[in-house]
């Protein structure tokens, strides 16, 4: 049995940061490569961010360089999304989604089978 749970969403001032965390769990997911997506309100999934297994690889929606870095915590198995200089429109379900052992990661959603059940970040003064 495999878990994703995502945490540290909330209220945020227009230029403030945030650090949201992922924690992946189960049999498969011993050394998982991890992507972070979100969903604004009335618009489709887009991916943010994503880091490999083995953390050779990581990538960036092009529009969210800058703002967003991703990172792993070996001593607590955790992957966070750092977000600083929060606009409104970063308003949005953030989720974190896993998969197994692979050398390279993707923000293609369908690359992943085990997903979180978001967690919500507000945008707001």
């Known amino acids: 049995h495999s878990q994703v749970v995502e945490s540290g969403g909330g209220l945020v001032q227009p230029g403030g940061s945030l650090r949201l965390s992922c924690a992946a769990s189960?049999?498969?997911?011993?050394?998982?490569?991890v992507a972070w997506f979100r969903q604004a309100p009335g618009k489709e999934r887009e991916g943010v961010a994503c880091?490999?297994?083995?953390?050779?690889?990581?990538y960036y929606t092009d529009s969210l360089k800058g703002r967003f870095t991703i990172s792993r915590d070996y001593a607590t198995n955790r992957v966070h999304l750092q977000i600083n200089s929060l606009k409104p429109e970063d308003t949005a379900v953030y989720y974190c989604?896993?998969?197994?052992?692979?050398?390279?990661?993707?923000?293609?959603?369908?690359?992943?089978?085990?997903w979180g059940q978001g967690t919500e970040v507000t945008v707001s003064s």
């Open positions: 989604a896993a998969e197994g052992f692979t050398a390279y990661c993707s923000l293609v959603a369908t690359s992943y089978h085990h």
């Open positions: 189960g049999d498969t997911l011993d050394y998982p490569t």
């Open positions: 880091i490999s297994s083995t953390d050779v690889s990581s």
